[in-house]
């Protein structure tokens, strides 16, 4: 009886943590590595259920960023939010908005950037 007492807060604590269930998808709590708008957008298989798109932003005069370009890659990994908090899905990206952007390793450090986006903010939707 005495070991079945010792026992038992670990297996409480083990369904607990095993119950959790967790957004691991959030908007980096750091500065976007772009800011800017988007200046083209194009799907890059469409006859894949899941959507993948490149998109070109570019810097706004006065918006100050850390890359004056870069062509993101965006994929069912990437997290894309409006500023409300509200998810957004690839398709409801469009030329014109105003978006911020953190990469994921490795960033391919050519004119204009190339990288993976692990999250998207659409600040004009």
């Known amino acids: 009886m005495r070991r079945l007492l010792n026992i ?11 119950c959790q269930v967790q957004d691991s998808q959030q908007i980096p709590s750091t500065q976007p590595d772009v800011r800017g708008s988007i200046a083209s957008l194009k799907k890059t298989n469409s006859k ?3 959507g993948v798109a490149e998109v070109l932003v570019e810097a706004v005069e006065g918006v100050e960023t850390s890359h004056a370009k870069a062509s993101l890659r965006i994929d069912d990994k ?8 509200s998810t957004l899905k690839l398709e409801q990206l469009r ?7 953190w990469l994921e390793d490795p960033v391919m450090e050519s004119y204009p950037i190339q990288a993976h986006a692990s999250a ?3 600040n004009y939707y």
């Open 8 to 18: 038992l807060p670990v297996v409480i604590l083990m369904l607990l943590v095993a």
């Open 48 to 50: 894949k259920s899941v």
């Open 78 to 85: 990437t997290l894309i939010q409006a500023m409300d908090g």
């Open 95 to 101: 030329e014109g908005q105003i978006v911020e952007a």
């Open 120 to 122: 998207v903010r659409v």
